[in-house]
């Protein structure tokens, strides 16, 4: 006849599962539920987001304090607490440390030059951000300005894809890398409206080829 299991053990099994889920959604991956709309068209309200924690090195769970360390690249749509009230916020990251960023209501400028943008037939509106082609809002104008700034070192300057609809670096500055939590990898699940079926699943934020914009992005 088979024992059953003294009741302490089945406690310190299940507290030790519960430890490794923790510590796995605090360190390696979690899912973030998009609140705004500070980041159309390539994030919509509702969108479920799946965020690699691992991106930028790891942290001790609960802390900004990394136990290592890897740089984010421009382009890059993170996920960080943010330096005002330490909600989890979701942007772009355009300005890396020792970049010269400005913003002038329609167009990035980065050292000087302006970031390209296009229009495509359906009447999308990208951005060519160097090493990060990506969508953002279809308006023209997507103030407010901001005035050429330095990046310091461990500092970020991040702008939402709805530059006229997002509280982001022009509003309460540069974002210190300690705030740092993941990057966002794909779109889990959107129930945005010109999708469906399959189609609502798994958007990538990046092409199998890393140069293009998966389509479902600009709706």
């Known amino acids: 006849m088979k024992q059953n299991r003294p009741r302490w053990k089945t406690y310190l099994m299940e507290l030790a599962a519960l430890g490794v889920l923790f510590v796995g959604r605090a360190s390696f991956a979690d899912h973030y539920h998009v609140p705004s709309g500070s980041m159309e068209p ?3 309200v509702r ?4 965020v690699d ?8 769970p609960l802390t900004h304090v990394w136990l290592t360390e890897s740089e984010p690249r421009r382009g890059d ?10 909600k989890v916020m979701v942007k772009r990251l355009v300005g890396l440390p020792g970049d010269r960023i400005a913003f002038e209501g329609e167009s990035l400028h980065i050292n000087g030059q302006p970031v390209a943008q296009e ?11 160097p090493g990060a082609l990506h969508p953002i809002h279809p308006e023209p104008y997507q103030g407010p300005d901001m005035d050429e ?10 702008l939402g894809d709805h530059r006229g609809n997002s509280a982001d670096s022009r509003v309460w500055g540069l974002l210190p890398r300690e ?9 889990l699940y959107s129930p945005r409206e010109g999708i469906s079926g399959s189609e609502r699943w798994w958007i990538p934020m990046n092409t199998d080829e890393g140069r293009g914009v998966d389509a479902r992005l600009t709706r």
């Open 42 to 44: 390539t994030f919509q």
């Open 47 to 50: 969108d479920h987001l799946m």
């Open 53 to 60: 924690k691992r991106a930028y090195g790891l942290r001790v």
């Open 77 to 86: 749509v993170i996920v960080f607490d943010s330096p005002i009230d330490g």
């Open 119 to 129: 229009l495509t037939p359906d009447g999308a509106r990208l951005e060519l951000l």
């Open 149 to 158: 700034v330095e990046i310091p070192p461990r500092h970020y300057l991040v």
């Open 179 to 187: 705030n740092l939590l993941g990057r966002v990898v794909a779109v």
